[in-house]
């Protein structure tokens, strides 16, 4: 079976490189991305499984790539979205899932609780397929 693809945007270096990593020993190819629309360009050019969004991020805020990607999705597969983000605000979640995140977690947050996350979608992925996805 092939690892997922596991795409990580995050205008901080620091915190990007550390998730990065964590998830890479977790087993999954990861790409990564610097701000919304480099996110946006490697959605569309490398077709990622599951996507970890920050909101607050130069280009673009991960909220307007969560949009485009729900509006016009670039694949004909399921791609489920984690937030990861500092605003914790029950508008800025309520605006998460009204855009049709399937998952948010607010920093500072644990490892432990981004790697959970992503398992849980890889688990969905195959029921998605199962009813008529790509």
């Not at 399921?78 to 800025?92: N, T």
């Not at 992503?118 to 195959?126: G, S, V």
Request: charged share 30%; proline share 6%.
């Amino acid at each position: 079976m092939t690892q997922l693809k596991v795409l990580m945007a995050d205008d901080e270096p620091d915190v990007l490189t550390i998730m990065a990593k964590k998830v890479v020993a977790a087993g999954y190819d990861v790409i990564t991305a610097v701000d919304g629309q480099d996110a946006w360009d490697k959605i569309v050019a490398d077709d990622p499984d599951v996507i970890l969004l920050d909101v607050t991020m130069p280009k673009l805020e991960g909220f307007e790539v969560l949009k485009r990607l729900r509006e016009n999705p670039p694949s004909r597969k399921w791609q489920p979205v984690i937030i990861v983000s500092a605003r914790e605000e029950l508008q800025d979640i309520q605006k998460g899932f009204l855009l049709e995140a399937d998952h948010y977690l607010t920093k500072p947050c644990n490892m432990e609780d981004v790697i959970n996350a992503i398992r849980l979608m890889a688990k969905l992925i195959p029921q998605h397929k199962a009813h008529g996805e790509d």
